[in-house]
Every structure is written in C-alpha cells, then in structure tokens.
T-cell receptor, first 114, second 109 residues
Framework: EPEVTQTPSHQVTQMGQEVILRCVPI?????FYWYRQILGQKVEFLVS????????KSEIFDDQFSVERPDGSNFTLKIRSTKLEDSAMYFC????????????FGPGTRLTVL | KNEVEQSPQNLTAQEGEFITINCSYS?????LHWLQQHPGGGIVSLFM???GKKKHGRLIATINIQEKHSSLHITASHPRDSAVYIC???????????FGSGTRLLVRP
C-alpha cells in the first residue's frame, strides 16, 4: 500500500542552524502539506503546496520557513535559522485530486533544537 | 476560541467497554477526519466523512453537519486501542486541516 515517508525520523540541531526535512508523498498525489506539533500541544497547519507553489500558509510560516519540490518526488521543508521554539514533530501529508480529499500522513520528523 | 473542540480530553475505560469521543466545530467544513496518534507520534487516518456514518471493524464514526458535531465510537474496546484520537476538519474554503486537541484514551485490561 502506498505511503508517505519522511526523513530523518529525528533531527537534533543547534540554534541558528539550517535544517531540511524531507518527505516523499504518495506518487500520484498533487497536494502537499506540512503540519507541526509542539510537545503536548495540538497539531497546527503550516503550509499547503500545489502546482509548484504555496497555496496557503499560516502565521507560523514566516520568512524562516520555505518549501520546495526539487525533483518531482521529494517535498522539503527548510528552516533557515532554527530557534528553540521550532522544536516539534513535523508531519508531511499528501492527497489526490478532488473528490479524493483524504490526507495521508507521514510518520513525522522529531526536530530538537538545542 | 477553538474552532474544533473535543471531549473528553482524557478517558480511561475497562477492556470491553463501549467508548464515545465527541467533536464539535464552529466553522464551515467540507469533511472531517478522525485520526489516531500512538505514543511514538505517528498519525493514522481512521475515517474521513462528510455525512452520515462510517464503520470499520470496531470503529464507527458519525457526523451531523447541521449540528456541527461528530462522534467516534469504539465497540468492545481493547488495550491496543489506547492512543490519542484527534478530530480534524477540512475547511470549506481550503483543504487545510484544523485539528482538535485530541482525546487521550487508556483502555485497561
């Protein structure tokens, strides 16, 4: 059964460093999402991506964040200069064209900023 | 104000009990997800529904669009059902998900 994959499963970085979180969506899906979950809090929407551009982003998704689909299979989230408060679980999700609106989630990347 | 409210926040049950988790929302939606999150953190979609009722094994999900309310039921609960259950709505105007805070379920043997 096709699934969304994410790498790495856990990333530890120093404050101020750049990190890239990688996702491989389900192959025939065209809509991609990043969500994050700070420990003990609810999952929050970060950004949605379709047709090689951002379709919507939240207030959290500031200039330190960027997304890219570099090669037609990977979907990446870059944080340019990490802050302590970026420590969270980051989930990638993808879905197909309507009416197939169900989102499928990757296993998540746990980011720890020291 | 939270757009998606879940109750209860925590629930402890004995194995075999019938469990109900509720979700109310205040925004226009096109559909609603029920998700399961295990202690390792991964999220699995259990159901997506926009009307009526869906059943998968011992899990049943219902939604009442007019009342803006959904319920997740687990029949004959088992310790392996212990997890966090999250309600997430798909906004009418976009397809992003807005999440509830989750219900932490513990089923004791």
């Amino acid at each position: 059964e096709p699934e969304v994959t994410q790498t790495p499963s856990h990333q530890v970085t120093q404050m101020g460093q750049e990190v890239i979180l990688r996702c491989v969506p389900i192959s025939n899906h065209l809509y991609f999402y990043w969500y994050r979950q700070i420990l003990g809090q609810k999952v929050e929407f970060l950004v949605s991506f379709y047709n090689n551009e951002i379709s919507e982003k939240s207030e959290i998704f500031d200039d330190q964040f960027s997304v890219e689909r570099p090669d037609g299979s990977n979907f990446t989230l870059k944080i340019r200069s990490t802050k302590l408060e970026d420590s969270a679980m980051y989930f990638c999700a993808s879905r197909g064209l309507p009416p197939y609106n169900e989102q499928f989630f990757g296993p998540g990347t746990r980011l720890t900023v020291l | 104000k939270n757009e998606v409210e879940q109750s209860p926040q925590n629930l402890t049950a004995q194995e075999g009990e019938f469990i109900t988790i509720n979700c109310s929302y205040s925004v226009g939606i096109s559909a609603l997800h029920w998700l399961q999150q295990h202690p390792g953190g991964g999220i699995v979609s259990l159901f997506m529904l926009s009307s009526g009722k869906k059943k998968h094994g011992r899990l049943i999900a219902t939604i009442n669009i007019q009342e803006k309310h959904s319920s997740l039921h687990i029949t004959a609960s088992h310790p392996r059902d212990s997890a966090v259950y999250i309600c997430a709505v798909i906004m009418d105007s976009s397809y992003k998900l807005i999440f509830g805070s989750g219900t932490r379920l513990l089923v004791r043997p």
